[in-house]
């Protein structure tokens, strides 16, 4: 599955962004999703996740009450909403598909994920 993501941009500290990641697989609804960060000289983070249907969100403590993860199956499109942003959520921005039928994976596992877009960069600026 090839997943294209966008959105990323430069952003003062409290401005919004909203990230989105196309799949080019039809049975996206079948997936799991997730988003994660990496920032330069660190390691890759969780930021959020979904499961299929939307039956149940995810949020990393540090971005829990600003960021919301949706998805549109019909478009194949998963989408980060990221409000108030502060300089600590710099970083590349990922999203990355679970295929693991059964709804058991740890979803903020960077290994539970099995398909990976190239990243949209995201700077902000206090």
């Known amino acids: 599955v090839q997943l294209v993501e966008s959105g990323g941009g430069w952003v003062q500290a409290g401005g919004s962004l909203r990230l989105s990641c196309v799949a080019s697989?039809?049975?996206?609804?079948?997936?799991?999703a997730g988003w994660f960060r990496q920032a330069p000289g660190k390691e890759r983070e969780f930021v959020g996740a979904i499961r299929r249907n939307s039956a149940y969100t995810y949020y990393a403590d540090s971005v829990r009450g600003r960021f919301t993860i949706s998805r549109d199956d019909a478009k194949n499109t998963l989408f980060l909403q990221m409000n108030n942003l502060k300089p600590a959520d710099t970083g590349t921005y990922y999203c990355?598909?679970?295929?693991?039928?059964?709804?058991?994976?740890?979803?903020?596992?960077?290994?539970?994920?099995?398909?990976w877009g190239q990243g949209t960069q995201v700077t902000v600026s206090s």
């Open positions: 990355a598909l679970n295929s693991d039928p059964t709804g058991n994976s740890r979803y903020d596992r960077a290994n539970s994920y099995d398909d």
């Open positions: 697989e039809r049975t996206f609804s079948r997936y799991a």
